[in-house]
């Protein structure tokens, strides 16, 4: 089915230059572009979205990290979009994702790994919501 999922690309892939790359690898794969923006991330917005990982060793790096610089977000729809789009970014780990893949290509460490992406689609619901208020009506 038609699905919605929420995109980041994280400050390091904003630095490296490859927001076009992204985007590209999902036009490529037929998926399409609901809403995008560039933005710089309140701390608020990034403790929100990063909830379940409060607690956890890396919470804080991953904090400090999501809010160093701009991020790229956007909301990419297509068919079956939240596991294809998982499928172009590789997995969360660069040394375990694909070459091919977005992280297999272009990541270097798990805490650096160029883009995030909703992992279902109630998740992705949750982080719509989250990062594109001015979507809900
Ligand atoms: P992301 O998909 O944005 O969701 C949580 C992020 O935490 C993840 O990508 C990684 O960049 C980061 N992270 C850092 N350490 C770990 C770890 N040990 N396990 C999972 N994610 C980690």
Redesign the pocket.
């Known amino acids: 089915d038609i699905q919605k999922t929420l995109v980041?690309v994280?400050p390091d892939g904003v630095k490296k230059h490859i927001c076009g790359e992204v985007i590209s690898r999902f036009e490529r794969k037929g998926l399409s572009i609901h809403a995008i923006k560039m933005i710089n991330v309140p701390v608020e917005l990034a403790e929100e979205h990063?909830a379940e990982?409060k607690g956890k060793g890396?919470f804080k790096?991953?904090i400090d990290f999501i809010t160093s610089g701009p991020v790229l977000a956007m909301v990419i729809e297509g068919e079956n979009a939240v596991a294809a789009v998982r499928q172009i970014n590789g997995a969360?780990n660069p040394l375990e994702a694909v070459p091919g893949s977005i992280r297999g290509d272009f990541a270097t460490s798990?805490?650096?790994?160029v883009v995030?992406?909703s992992d279902a689609p109630e998740t992705a619901a949750r982080e719509i919501a989250l990062w594109f208020p001015e979507l809900k009506k």
Do not use: G, Q, R, S
Not at 110 to 113: H, K, L
């Open positions: 980041l994280k990063y990982h890396f790096a991953l969360t798990i805490d650096e790994n995030h992406a």
